[in-house]
């Protein structure tokens, strides 16, 4: 990585709108997708509506560095991305996808409106929430990918 100032603002590694970044050091693996899976949408949402002139443009660069901060610490669940680098965006690789679709099919997929009800009621009442997790690993999903493309 290039030499930095302590100014700069790096995909990966600067939180942009997160106020309590030192969370995302030990935060669960499915609080984590969850997370991403809302800034994701939101930027979607905004992105749209802004194009379709619903919304007045906004500048989104902290939401996405917010982003790209909490796709970097999918590291910590064995994802394998690049080291984050000045002036360049984390680019989600075939790693990152995995895990992501590994959490997303299941929950928008497998579970019913009602267990996903059940399941965040479970969650914010820090109760068990092991039956409403997907089976597995999702590097599974990764290791049939790479042996598809042999």
């Keep these: 990585m ?77 994802t394998e991305l690049p080291d984050p680098q000045i002036n360049k965006h984390v680019i989600p690789n075939s790693s990152y996808h995995s895990w992501f679709e590994f959490y997303n099919y299941h929950f928008k997929n497998v579970l019913t409106d009602e267990e996903w009800n059940a399941f965040l009621e479970a969650r914010k009442n820090n109760e068990d929430i092991s039956a409403f997790l997907p089976k597995g690993n999702w590097k599974d999903a990764l290791d049939k990918e790479v042996t598809k493309s042999l």
């Design 2 to 78: 290039k030499e930095k100032d302590s100014n700069t603002r790096i995909y990966g590694i600067y939180p942009g709108c997160i106020k309590k970044p030192e969370a995302f050091d030990t935060m669960s693996e499915v609080d984590l997708y969850i997370l991403i899976n809302a800034m994701s949408e939101h930027l979607w949402k905004c992105k749209l509506n802004m194009a379709h002139g619903k919304i007045p443009e906004a500048d989104l660069t902290e939401e996405e560095y917010a982003l790209e901060f909490m796709i970097y610490k999918t590291k910590r669940f064995g």
